[in-house]
């Protein structure tokens, strides 16, 4: 039990990340349950907060949520979501500024908690993660680059193609009548799906590029995005795919046979 206690606890230091945060968080229920009169908003944001910050501690909690989802270990943290952490903390911050009489004192309290609020926390646009936008849909501009050049025109029969990794989780985001062969649930390592493209586009360090055109085929996809980079044993244009252009890093082919099939099935395909 004590192993499970700590594996709860590591979790929840994780989620909240700074330190501060679950007792600025503690600290605000504490004090709406304490002065908060209205009943309905003492137990929303005063008792059940803290109850769940205990419930997510206890051992059987777990237990029993790893026992009703099979993947439980590995999203057993997201019980946190359901705390409406910064709703408690800012009405308690509220509540507490215009429980003081007279602006001065209301504005030395205000101070007080920015002051709290800017050491608990960080500035966001000073991650490492974060960049400056490169159009309006906040995606790469790269990666419109490439969906621009392949996708059909407005009442036209979607297209299939399959994308690198870096690019799968934009792709749908930008446009939805470019569909894939598979999306995000195979990059999530721990759902360790089988995927016949991606095992033969993705897997290997060198692609065999017949493998890789038997599961393309197999899935009607249209296109296939290439790193320029991208080791493959045999250039995919010998194996009758047409190079249709090069986009940035990318080199972008199309499938005369997934034409073909097109056609039989009454479809028109124009490749843009």
């Not at 099979?70 to 308690?92: C, E, F, K, N, Q």
């Not at 030395?108 to 309006?136: C, F, T, W």
């Not at 501009?141 to 490439?146: A, E, L």
């Not at 009548?177 to 993705?202: F, H, K, S, T």
Request: hydrophobic share 50%; with cysteine; glycine share 4%.
């Amino acid at each position: 039990m004590y192993g499970i206690f700590m594996e709860c606890w590591v979790s929840l230091k994780l989620f909240f990340g700074n330190p501060l945060l679950p007792i600025i968080l503690l600290a605000s229920a504490i004090y709406l349950v304490i002065t908060e009169k209205d009943i309905s908003k003492k137990i929303i944001l005063g008792i059940l907060p803290i109850v769940m910050l205990a419930g997510f501690l206890l051992p059987i909690t777990k237990i029993v949520y790893v026992a009703a989802f099979d993947d439980g270990s590995d999203t057993y943290y997201r019980l946190l979501w359901l705390i409406p952490m910064y709703m408690v903390i800012g009405y308690a911050a509220c509540k507490l500024i215009f429980s003081f009489e007279g602006k001065v004192k209301h504005a030395a309290v205000l101070v007080a908690v920015l002051v709290v609020v800017i050491l608990s926390g960080s500035l966001v646009y000073l991650n490492q993660y974060m960049s400056m936008a490169e159009n309006m849909y906040h995606i790469p501009q790269y990666v419109i680059d490439v969906c621009d050049r392949i996708a059909p025109d407005e009442g036209d029969v979607r297209v299939r193609a399959v994308f690198p990794s870096e690019l799968v989780h934009f792709v749908r985001q930008y446009d939805t009548n470019i569909l894939m062969p598979y999306g995000r649930e195979m990059l999530a390592v721990q759902w360790d799906y089988y995927n016949a493209v991606y095992d033969a586009y993705e897997k290997p360090e060198v692609i065999n590029a017949e493998t890789l055109l038997e599961a393309t085929r197999q899935t009607k996809c249209l296109y296939i995005v290439l790193r320029t980079d991208r080791k493959i044993d045999k250039n995919l244009a010998s194996l009758g795919l047409k190079l249709i252009d090069t986009v940035g890093d990318y080199l972008i082919y199309s499938d005369p046979e997934i034409v073909k099939w097109y056609e039989e099935q009454g479809v028109k395909i124009e490749i843009p």
